[in-house]
Structure formats: structure tokens, C-alpha cells
């Protein structure tokens, strides 16, 4: 399996983004796909997940109302729409896969994507 994170940049605190990761090589319907990020300086923290199949999602609380998860089917993409940032939101985000339920740890997942980078200025 190949993921491709895209859509990272820089925005102004209270913006917007919508990142993208389009997965290939394999069918999604047994997966949870994640999204994870790590600010400088930082661990690599959890940020939300969605199964593929069922679309159930889970957020961390730092995001909860703030960022969407969704993915569709027929691109085979997961999408993290990304509203009222804040400069805390700044870091790489990487989309992954884990087989089964997913979970909030990354030892729990699979593949990984190479990382987009969110800037968020003050």
C-alpha cells in the first residue's frame, strides 16, 4: 500500500485547509485510515481516524469541532478538512493505515505516508 498526503500550507490563524491522502495498491475496506501529526520539538500525536468501512470516526479532543474526516470511495482518498486553525496546529500530518478498528496510537498502524507540512501563522 502507497499513501500520498497532500494540500499542506501556510495559512493565517482562522483559516482553512483540506488535506488529502489518495492510498493505492490495495482495496481500503478493511482499513481505518488515520491522521497524525508532530510539531517541532514535539511527539507525534494523534488526530483523528475514520474506518473506511462505516465512515465511524474518532477525534482527538484538541480538534474536536474543528477538523472533519472523511473519505471517499471510489478515489480511494481520505480527506482532513481543517477549519478555525490555530498556530498550535502547526506540524507534519501524516495520513496511516492500520487493518482492522484502527486506534490512537501509531505503533498501530501500518503504512505511512510521507508527511505534508501545516503552517499556521499568528
Known amino acids: 500500500v502507497q499513501l500520498q498526503a497532500s494540500g499542506g500550507g501556510l495559512v493565517q490563524a482562522g483559516g482553512s485547509l483540506r488535506l488529502s491522502c489518495a492510498a493505492s495498491?490495495?482495496?481500503?475496506?478493511?482499513?481505518?485510515l488515520g491522521w497524525f501529526r508532530q510539531a517541532p520539538g514535539k511527539e507525534r500525536e494523534f488526530v483523528t481516524n475514520?474506518?473506511?468501512?462505516?465512515?465511524?470516526?474518532l477525534y482527538a479532543d484538541s480538534v474536536k469541532g474543528r477538523f472533519t474526516i472523511s473519505r471517499d470511495y471510489a478515489k480511494n482518498t481520505a480527506y482532513l478538512q481543517m477549519n478555525s486553525l490555530k498556530p498550535e496546529d502547526t506540524a507534519v500530518y501524516y495520513c496511516a493505515l492500520n487493518y482492522g478498528v484502527g486506534g490512537t496510537q501509531g505503533s498501530q498502524y501500518n503504512y505511512w505516508g510521507q508527511g505534508t507540512l501545516v503552517t499556521v501563522s499568528s
Open positions: 495498491g490495495r482495496t481500503l475496506s478493511r482499513y481505518t
Open positions: 475514520i474506518r473506511w468501512t462505516g465512515g465511524t470516526s
